[in-house]
């Protein structure tokens, strides 16, 4: 079965860190550029980051550049998400999806999501 599969969200304090995995099953996920983004009930959705399936960079949106940061593990088949320096304003539901585009919030395949939620 080919899905994207998320974790490691939750709830977390101000100024905290958690870490996304997107793991994927049916295809390998190396051979894609895969996408963070990120869902508030009654706003548009935002591309968090895009990591490249060509040369392993990232591109991030403004509000994640210096915060997040996005790496691949091949041998798991995931692709990760690190945020630190948490926000309040950094609580939406979180999902990744195969080939983004660098400041696009267009993708093609995409994970069910995980919760995350700053607060104190």
């Known amino acids: 079965q080919v899905q994207l599969v998320e974790s490691g969200g939750g709830l977390v304090q101000p100024g905290g860190s958690l870490r996304l995995s997107c793991t994927a099953s049916?295809?390998?996920?190396?051979?894609?550029?895969v996408g963070w983004f990120r869902q508030v009930p009654g706003k548009e959705r935002e591309a968090v980051s895009c990591l490249s399936q060509s040369d392993g960079r990232s591109t991030y949106s403004d509000s994640a550049k210096g915060r997040f940061t996005t790496s691949r593990d091949n041998d798991k088949n995931t692709v990760y998400l690190q945020m630190n320096s948490l926000k309040p304003e950094d609580t939406a539901e979180y999902f990744c999806?195969?080939?983004?585009?660098?400041?696009?919030?267009?993708?093609?395949?995409r994970g069910q999501g995980t919760q995350v939620t700053v607060s104190s």
């Open positions: 999806a195969t080939d983004c585009r660098p400041d696009s919030i267009w993708y093609l395949r």
């Open positions: 049916g295809f390998s996920l190396e051979h894609y550029a």
